[in-house]
């Protein structure tokens, strides 16, 4: 299995304790490699994405934690001549991708003797977090920004934990959790701790499943970049054990508003460090210093794959567009479908876009 390193100074992650960050030199932690897939281990008797438990890396005793995330359904449309796949990431229990690594993350807690955390978002991540706390028996206190939809919020509380409103941009969460953090807190943090990666891989096997084969292009709305590097990851272990020959291209989306990717990956990580979070409903995206930028940047090289800004008025129109279609998901998920105007004739086929999140978290 592939071994998390601070990707820094290189130091492995302690096996006891749970830090966010290498204490060593501040460092990011990861895995240092794709993890390892084997067909044959595949344990189609456990629920949902646990049956692929064997490619997680978690401790031996780890429990497995579910509400029966994963396995969720690859719809099938035309649109722009374009022969297009919708990954419903929106059915997952708390209604978003982030379940996917919120089970695995939390059992990777619990296995470290965790049953306190602490938690920043902007919504999706901490209602998932809170979801799955409040399955294992998990205490948390999730930080939100003040602007936080309100279904998001409700749907923390209602789960039980301790919801912590924080005036100003989403920045000023992540800086109040890091307070709690440094007076002793355990970070539980969805984009600092690497687990949840394992579970966002799954996604790329359930499609290769589907397909039998690898799409020929994958593109998922970016934040910290977890998901989109979660799948990336899936697929290179597909391919790694032999399974797809070639990877998908890959269309990482962001909002106009807020595009330190974009910017990135266009221009250059130093001009991507100023980026300031504008306003746009694509809440999910709204992520000035995104975590996984250094890995994003350095897997996805020019020609494998393009990071896309969207203009915000063309947001809520293709968030009606794909409702009329049938699918209910929030604006952030509305991001992937803008980009079939500028992907359209020039990327390989078929196309599967993640849809996140679900329209019930989104209030107008």
């Given at each position: 299995?592939?071994?998390?390193?601070?990707?820094?100074?290189?130091?492995?992650?302690?096996?006891?304790?749970?830090?966010?960050?290498?204490?060593?030199?501040?460092?990011?932690?990861?895995?240092?490699?794709?993890?390892?897939?084997?067909?044959?281990?595949?344990?189609?008797?456990?629920?949902?994405?646990?049956?692929?438990r064997h490619s997680f890396g978690?401790?031996?005793?780890?429990?497995?934690?579910?509400?029966?995330?994963?396995?969720?359904?690859?719809?099938?449309?035309?649109?722009?001549?374009?022969?297009?796949?919708?990954?419903?990431?929106?059915?997952?229990?708390?209604?978003?991708?982030?379940?996917?690594?919120?089970?695995?993350?939390?059992?990777?807690?619990?296995?470290?003797?965790?049953?306190?955390?602490?938690?920043?978002?902007?919504?999706?991540?901490?209602?998932?977090?809170?979801?799955?706390?409040?399955?294992?028996?998990?205490?948390?206190?999730?930080?939100?920004?003040?602007?936080?939809?309100?279904?998001?919020?409700r749907q923390i509380e209602l789960?039980?934990?301790?919801?912590?409103?924080?005036?100003?941009?989403?920045?000023?969460?992540?800086?109040?959790?890091?307070?709690?953090?440094?007076?002793?807190?355990?970070?539980?943090?969805?984009?600092?701790?690497?687990?949840?990666?394992?579970?966002?891989?799954?996604?790329?096997?359930?499609?290769?499943?589907?397909?039998?084969?690898?799409?020929?292009?994958?593109?998922?709305?970016?934040?910290?970049?977890?998901?989109?590097?979660?799948?990336?990851?899936?697929?290179?272990?597909?391919?790694?054990?032999?399974?797809?020959?070639?990877?998908?291209?890959?269309?990482?989306?962001?909002?106009?508003?807020?595009?330190?990717?974009?910017?990135?990956?266009?221009?250059?990580?130093?001009?991507?460090?100023?980026?300031?979070?504008?306003?746009?409903?694509?809440?999910?995206?709204?992520?000035?210093?995104?975590?996984?930028?250094?890995?994003?940047l350095a897997e996805i090289p020019?020609?494998?794959?393009?990071?896309?800004?969207?203009?915000?008025?063309?947001?809520?129109?293709?968030?009606?567009?794909?409702?009329?279609?049938?699918?209910?998901?929030?604006?952030?998920?509305?991001?992937?479908?803008?980009?079939?105007?500028?992907?359209?004739?020039?990327?390989?086929?078929?196309?599967?876009?993640?849809?996140?999140?679900?329209?019930?978290?989104?209030?107008?």
């Amino acid at each position: 299995m592939p071994t998390i390193r601070c990707r820094k100074c290189n130091e492995p992650y302690p096996d006891r304790g749970v830090p966010y960050r290498c204490p060593n030199c501040g460092g990011i932690y990861d895995f240092d490699g794709p993890p390892e897939f084997n067909k044959n281990a595949i344990e189609k008797d456990l629920p949902g994405l646990w049956r692929y438990r064997h490619s997680f890396g978690l401790f031996e005793d780890a429990p497995l934690v579910t509400l029966g995330e994963g396995n969720t359904p690859l719809v099938w449309t035309d649109a722009n001549g374009l022969k297009v796949g919708l990954k419903l990431e929106s059915l997952n229990p708390s209604g978003s991708f982030k379940d996917r690594g919120s089970a695995v993350q939390i059992s990777q807690l619990l296995a470290r003797g965790i049953h306190l955390a602490v938690e920043d978002s902007s919504g999706n991540a901490g209602a998932s977090f809170a979801a799955y706390a409040a399955r294992a028996g998990l205490k948390t206190r999730v930080f939100v920004p003040e602007s936080a939809s309100g279904p998001k919020r409700r749907q923390i509380e209602l789960y039980g934990a301790q919801l912590v409103s924080v005036p100003g941009p989403r920045s000023a969460a992540a800086q109040a959790v890091l307070k709690e953090v440094d007076a002793g807190a355990v970070y539980g943090s969805h984009a600092y701790l690497p687990f949840g990666l394992m579970g966002y891989a799954t996604i790329a096997y359930e499609i290769w499943e589907n397909l039998g084969a690898a799409p020929g292009t994958v593109v998922a709305p970016v934040g910290h970049g977890s998901l989109l590097l979660g799948i990336m990851r899936g697929f290179a272990a597909l391919r790694q054990s032999g399974l797809i020959l070639n990877l998908p291209y890959y269309v990482g989306v962001q909002a106009e508003a807020c595009a330190p990717v974009v910017t990135a990956f266009t221009r250059g990580k130093e001009a991507a460090k100023n980026i300031v979070e504008g306003q746009t409903v694509a809440e999910g995206v709204k992520v000035s210093q995104p975590v996984r930028l250094g890995a994003l940047l350095a897997e996805i090289p020019k020609g494998s794959g393009e990071f896309i800004s969207i203009q915000e008025e063309a947001i809520l129109p293709a968030y009606r567009e794909l409702a009329k279609k049938g699918m209910y998901v929030e604006p952030t998920s509305a991001l992937v479908w803008c980009t079939l105007d500028k992907i359209a004739g020039r990327v390989p086929e078929p196309v599967v876009l993640i849809l996140s999140g679900s329209g019930l978290k989104y209030q107008s």
